[in-house]
């Protein structure tokens, strides 16, 4: 059964049909939702959260767009309603990403300043990466790498140009690379130090 | 020394398959002679493989049961389903929002506070909006202790004429949910399938069942009016309003001009 034809009849309010739009979907979801919060549970009550909405919205859907740009969109926009619930919620405008450069907390390489992060510590490290950056950036970066949608897909769901979004997310890809090179050893060592320290001018 | 501001947007483009086989065979040639560049296209797959590991993504088998398990439950009780509203309930709703912006306009002017205490002011929109069963209406609302065919055939009659209307949207200075105190609001509703309306001190006021067809009539219908949402259910706002459902309901107020 082909994915317009399950939404049409879980609108219709066959609950076996939104059960295979959940399974299709659910992994990606989790995933996007852990990659935000960085916690299993958090990520978890997202997920539920996320296709409650879909559930009560889907009435509302309209096959214009495609169905997984909507999830996605519901996914980010209860991602950002758990953080700000929590609190934890800093906005950073999006035009000044390109130059400010944001501490992040890591572990402490006083000690083994060469030793190569073990894979926990790459996580968190990665984390708060990617939570420095401003949210749309963050919110391209997670849709390219961890839902693997097309910059076209991703242009739809964040309604901006292509061309905005290529460029938006080379810088932070860009921001993220010096984030973790500038806070510690996220990277494999590489065989030539000059490498090592960010981009040379 | 050189930027290589180009040729590390071309690094993220490389990354993501989108270079022509010309540009990539050109940026190929660069990075083998820029180790800085193949330094960033290294690092760039590194994060990417990181975030994208299966370890990573290490789905909780209890991710499905817990989705599954906080959708509503298939058959919903609720306080107000009966076989009356059932049978009129499609009919009424366009029928409800139909009538609702024809009528109101001339209701609204004119509307002050002073209106809203006197119960014997009648104008043509008032008996939508105030009476729950107006004895000379051609009501599109069912009388509630009425037979269901009665109900059924001046909806369908009243409702076949008005959709068929081209209904223009009153002008409303202000759109937005409730969030002031409910007990201002005025206490008579009436209801039609699964919308209840009333007035509210400056407008009116739609409580609605989220994404039901009701709902995205209604906003078709004013598709120019920028709601201000809260995320409050009709519940907190107006807690008169008893259901079993309450969240799955949204309050939408409108303010007269």
């Known amino acids: 059964m082909d994915e317009q034809t399950l939404v049409r009849r879980a609108q219709g309010g066959d609950r076996r049909a939104f059960e295979e739009l959940v399974r299709a979907y659910e992994a990606k979801v989790y995933a996007m939702a852990l990659r935000w919060t960085n916690d299993r549970e958090d990520a978890l009550d997202v997920s539920q959260e996320t296709f409650l909405r879909v559930f009560r919205f889907i009435g509302g859907y309209d096959a214009r767009s495609s169905f997984s740009t909507w999830l996605y969109r519901v996914t980010i926009n209860v991602c950002k309603d ?31 300043p060469e030793r190569v992060f073990e894979k926990k510590e790459r996580a968190q490290a990665l984390h ?17 790498d961890v839902n693997g949608l097309s910059y076209r897909e991703i242009a739809e769901l964040m309604e901006l140009e292509e061309g905005t979004v290529k460029s938006r997310i080379f810088r932070a890809r860009e921001k993220l690379r010096l984030l973790l090179t500038a806070g510690g050893n996220f990277f494999e060592p590489s065989k030539s130090n000059a490498l090592k320290g960010g981009q040379s001018e | 020394m050189k930027s290589c501001e180009f040729e590390s947007a071309q690094i993220s483009l490389l990354i993501d398959g989108l270079l022509t086989p010309s540009e990539e065979a050109e940026l190929r040639l660069h990075l083998a002679g820029c180790p800085e560049c193949a330094g960033r296209e290294r690092e760039l797959r590194e994060i990417r493989m990181f975030l994208d590991s299966p370890e990573e993504k290490d789905i909780p088998p209890e991710l499905h049961g817990r989705i599954m398990s906080a959708l509503p439950p298939i058959r919903q009780k609720r306080v107000f389903e009966k076989s009356w509203v059932k049978a009129i309930a499609a009919v009424a709703a366009c029928a409800v929002l139909a009538l609702v912006f024809v009528r109101l306009p001339h209701r609204m002017n004119g509307f002050s506070a002073s209106d809203q205490a006197s119960e014997t002011q009648q104008s043509d929109g008032d008996m939508i909006i105030k009476s729950p069963a107006p004895p000379e209406a051609e009501s599109l609302l069912p009388e509630k202790k009425s037979a ?16 068929a209307a081209e209904a223009a949207v009153p002008a409303y200075s202000e759109a937005y949910v409730y969030t002031g105190d409910v007990k201002k609001l005025n206490a008579e509703t009436d209801f039609a399938g699964n919308i209840y309306f009333f007035q509210t001190e400056t407008g009116f006021a739609v409580i609605m069942e989220t994404g039901s067809a009701a709902e995205s009539e209604f906003l078709n219908r004013l598709d120019n009016v920028n709601f201000s949402k809260t995320d409050k259910d009709a519940q907190t706002l107006y807690p008169d309003f008893t259901q079993d459902d309450s969240s799955a309901y949204t309050l939408y107020c409108l303010t007269a001009e």
Do not use: F, W
């Not at chain 1, 708060?128 to 390219?144: G, N, V, Y």
């Not at chain 2, 269901?148 to 959709?163: F, Y």
């Open chain 2, 148 to 163: 269901d065919s009665m109900s059924e055939n001046s909806a369908a009659g009243g409702a076949n004429g008005l959709c």
């Open chain 1, 128 to 144: 708060a990466a990617i939570t420095a950056l401003p949210e749309e950036h963050r919110t391209m970066i997670l849709l390219r």
């Open chain 1, 82 to 112: 758990l953080a700000l619930r929590r609190g934890r919620v800093r906005e950073q405008p999006i035009d000044k990403d390109d130059d400010e450069s944001c501490e992040i907390q890591l572990p402490d390489e006083r000690y083994e």
